[in-house]
């Protein structure tokens, strides 16, 4: 099912344009929840966004953010002019990051609850009505509150080679019913509440881990889940809280999915060190060089993208332990803040030049541990 491209922006926008009231004209009551969306340079994104939450957001009492991650002039400016256009309160951080960008929307909220939707994503029409009723029922203990993203493909595009591990590389959750992450259910951040006062007990999302600018390193919700679970707080997943997530013709390609799992790998040693744990036996150097050759050699005989995706999981963790990038970074909190103004310079690292060189030699070959995911802390 495709989203028609929706009309309300103006083919020229005014030269000046001020920042959003401080604090939201329509609400003058706490709102029940707060949904946060933040981006980067995807200004058409969020108006996609907004115009499925619009019909909603009223309704149910929720006020809407969005977390403008360092989008350059233009992008900015029509940020601004959205949330305008849907009574959004703008919050602008000058410097990028996935991760500090959903800290300042906690900073920001107004709700006990802040719903965060990725840019690309678009609710279903009960989306918020089926959220609120979760989290009015939650009991004191539940800290999230997940549901389920469905793949909005590209028109005209197969997508039958995408596999399980891939779904979950693309933040895609398609299960029924509901249970815990602590029991082997994932939640990813496309469509996740937290509680504010939760997050804050775990010392915010880490900041030395999530997206920043093009680079693929995660892991901050597998960090949130894993803190959380050691102050006796829980995930829940409920897959009646649905949306469509859109995804880009590029992500249906071997070599993006390559790219992607090699970060994921990667994500995975940060995500152990911001917590402040010895690398469990799985993510071991002795075990990853052990499966990188018989990954290798399943992903050159075999069709099948999972072994590709393996390979380069376990490729990205190895080399992640293997040049110990993250000794570069000051870690100030249980939360992994890094005091570094630019994280993408800190991460550069892990990409040596011989292994862009082997991929562009290979088309697509930049491959490659089912061992590697971690089903209770809802790894992706």
Not at 120 to 147: F, H, N, Q
Not at 184 to 207: C, E, K, L, S, Y
Not at 337 to 360: K, T, W, Y
Request: net charge neutral.
């Amino acid at each position: 099912m495709r989203s028609p491209e929706p009309d309300g922006l103006p083919d020229v926008l005014p030269d000046e344009l001020p920042s959003a009231p401080a604090s939201p004209a329509r609400m003058p009551t706490a709102p029940s929840v707060t949904v946060a969306i933040c981006t980067h340079d995807r200004a058409s994104d969020v108006r996609r966004c907004c115009e499925g939450l619009a019909p909603q957001v009223e309704d149910a009492g929720f006020e809407l953010i969005i977390v403008d991650s360092g989008s350059g002039e233009e992008e900015a400016r029509e940020l601004r002019w959205l949330s305008r256009q849907f009574g959004a309160r703008y919050v602008r951080s000058n410097e990028p990051g996935l991760a500090l960008a959903r800290n300042l929307a906690c900073e920001a909220a107004r709700a006990e609850w802040v719903a965060f939707l990725d840019d690309d994503a678009i609710p279903y029409p009960d989306w918020a009505k089926t959220l609120l009723a979760r989290l009015e029922s939650a009991p004191p203990e539940v800290a999230v509150v997940g549901g389920r993203t469905v793949p909005l493909w590209p028109a005209g595009v197969p997508a039958h080679h995408v596999t399980g591990r891939w779904m979950l590389l693309l933040s895609c959750v398609q299960i029924d019913g509901d249970g815990a992450v602590s029991d082997g259910f994932n939640i990813v951040g496309a469509n996740m509440a937290v509680r504010r006062a939760a997050v804050a007990a775990a010392g915010g999302f880490p900041t030395a881990t999530g997206r920043t600018g093009t680079a693929l390193l995660s892991g901050e919700e597998s960090f949130l889940f894993e803190r959380l679970f050691e102050l006796g707080m829980i995930s829940i997943y409920h897959g009646s809280i649905s949306v469509w997530h859109r995804i880009p013709e590029a992500r249906l390609d071997r070599a993006w999915v390559a790219r992607r799992a090699y970060w994921e790998g990667a994500s995975q040693i940060a995500v152990a060190e911001a917590l402040r744990r010895p690398v469990p036996w799985r993510l071991s150097r002795p075990k990853l060089v052990l499966s990188l050759p018989v990954l290798w050699a399943l992903r050159e005989i075999s069709s099948n993208p999972d072994y590709l995706i393996r390979y380069n999981m376990v490729l990205g963790a190895l080399i992640a332990q293997s040049q110990r990038w993250f000794r570069h970074l000051h870690v100030e909190s249980p939360a992994g803040r890094v005091s570094e103004s630019n994280r993408g310079e800190a991460i550069q690292p892990l990409m040596p030049a011989r292994h862009a060189a082997s991929r562009r030699r290979r088309a697509g070959s930049y491959r490659g541990p089912d061992a590697l995911h971690d089903s209770r802390s809802g790894r992706r």
